[in-house]
């Protein structure tokens, strides 16, 4: 899927926007691919896949687009 980095924080984790998506997707830093966490900024274009997890849908291997 792709999307877009909406918001990052400074503990490590970050939400990515989905079109057509009303609600954000989770993603935490150890689930970056080929970036590390330092290197993404709010608006970069990402692929990822979604996978259900204990608190609900989240995005794993995240990459630039």
């Known amino acids: 899927m792709d999307g877009i980095i909406k918001t990052l924080t400074e503990k490590g984790f970050g939400f990515i926007s989905r079109e057509g998506e009303a609600k954000d997707l989770f993603f935490h830093s150890n689930e970056l691919k080929g970036v590390t966490f330092d290197e ?3 608006g970069d274009k990402v692929t990822f896949e979604v996978v259900e997890g204990e ?3 989240s995005a794993t291997n ?3 687009a």
């Open 40 to 42: 993404l900024r709010v």
């Open 55 to 57: 608190k609900g849908l």
């Open 62 to 64: 995240v990459a630039r």
